[in-house]
């Protein structure tokens, strides 16, 4: 509004001549968002405050003036031009009058300063792993360069709500999130949001995830295998499409460790189906009771199986063979067989297994070694 002042040296009597004074509400700057924007790019501005008018106008660096668009009387958004090229330089903004003879600019809006700085865009590389569990919770890492262009980071998984991340120059790493439908394996794209509060930079980052059912071990045949031997393994969700390993991790303090022997080695395996894989057992492989856990990603295991398993060179057991059966007459000789002894952990089945060489006792019979047993004539032969 406008004031009528005239002037009086008694307080009774008051000149003709008066001077109107226009009287406005102070405008108040709170808050300027968002507080960074790229490099050589045209950005909007949201101003947040108290008592905007139609007349101001968004000041950058006290040389480009912009008309604002009034969104409600406490809030404005200024669109900032792409001139601004040098990174890392901040930009200042304020609101002033366009014409101001009497100077109320500075006293009115020039109390608090706001400023934005300009970043370059981030660059994003790859993602680890590429694929994870259907109920979320996977730990990923994006890599590319110039990724911290807000310390406030989220990762968006299609439509899942956004997991918080921590970020540096070159990496974000955050956890994945269950998809709205965590029943079915699926895609989704991968999205980076930038700032703590509206409104949010949301960028594409052009890279996917795979939402995949975590695999499980069921049986594993032979429980009792040699260094270097075949495991056949039972169990769900084998994907024959994806990379799939076999981690093997010995139950033995490392005080017990000898020679070049490894505790914990991983190897890759070979789907057979979505029900069965093989892998080997590695040659390096440390001796005794060992957990077997299988995974796609190398970041999310199945639950531990556990076998045994045996050092690689298997002695030789000396068995009398009769001489009649090969041809040779009645007199016996005697043939070297590598054979295992029997540890106890079986009831039924072959002599010995195929695959392992490990004794294995039908029908409840528990003899020493499968030499006793074919000398017994409990097993026809030793396979």
């Not at 969104?71 to 601004?84: A, Q």
């Not at 299609?158 to 070159?170: K, Y």
């Not at 016996?332 to 297994?353: F, N, Q, T």
Request: hydrophobic content about 40%; some cysteine.
């Amino acid at each position: 509004q406008n004031l009528s002042i005239s002037y009086s040296s008694d307080g009774i009597h008051y000149s003709f001549e008066r001077v109107l004074l226009n009287v406005r509400v102070r405008i108040r700057m709170m808050s300027l968002q968002p507080s960074a924007v790229f490099v050589a790019e045209p950005a909007k501005l949201t101003v947040r405050g108290r008592n905007f008018v139609s007349g101001v106008q968004c000041l950058f660096n006290e040389r480009v003036r912009v008309e604002p668009v009034f969104i409600r009387p406490e809030m404005l958004v200024c669109d900032m031009p792409g001139s601004f090229r040098q990174v890392g330089h901040r930009v200042h903004f304020r609101l002033v009058f366009p014409n101001d003879p009497s100077r109320e600019s500075p006293y009115a809006m020039d109390e608090k300063r706001f400023s934005v700085q300009v970043l370059p865009r981030p660059r994003f590389g790859t993602v680890f792993p590429l694929f994870g569990s259907v109920s979320g919770g996977t730990p990923l890492v994006i890599v590319g360069k110039d990724l911290d262009f807000d310390r406030n980071v989220s990762c968006l998984f299609g439509d899942s709500l956004p997991s918080p991340a921590e970020v540096t120059a070159t990496e974000i790493r955050c956890l994945s999130l269950p998809p709205l439908n965590a029943q079915m394996a699926q895609m989704a794209n991968i999205s980076v949001r930038y700032f703590e509060a509206e409104p949010f930079t949301i960028l594409a980052t052009g890279l996917q995830f795979r939402f995949e059912h975590t695999p499980s071990v069921a049986s594993v045949k032979p429980a009792h295998v040699w260094q270097g031997k075949l495991l056949r393994v039972s169990g769900h969700h084998f994907n024959e499409a994806l990379p799939i390993y076999c981690h093997f991790k010995a139950m033995k303090d490392a005080s017990a460790q000898s020679g070049m022997e490894k505790l914990e080695l991983t190897v890759l395996a070979k789907a057979e189906s979505t029900s069965k894989l093989s892998c080997t057992v590695p040659a390096d492989m440390a001796t005794g009771p060992t957990e077997l856990r299988v995974t796609n990603n190398q970041v999310e295991w199945s639950e531990p199986f556990l076998l045994h398993v045996y050092g690689a060179k298997r002695p030789a057991v000396v068995i009398p063979y009769p001489r009649h059966v090969a041809g040779y007459g009645d007199d016996s000789i005697r043939m070297e067989l590598p054979v295992r002894p029997y540890d106890g952990a079986h009831k039924e089945g072959p002599c010995e297994d195929d695959e392992s060489y490990a004794c294995l006792a039908p029908r409840g019979e528990a003899p020493e070694t499968c030499a006793d047993y074919v000398a017994r004539g409990l097993c026809g032969k030793l396979q």
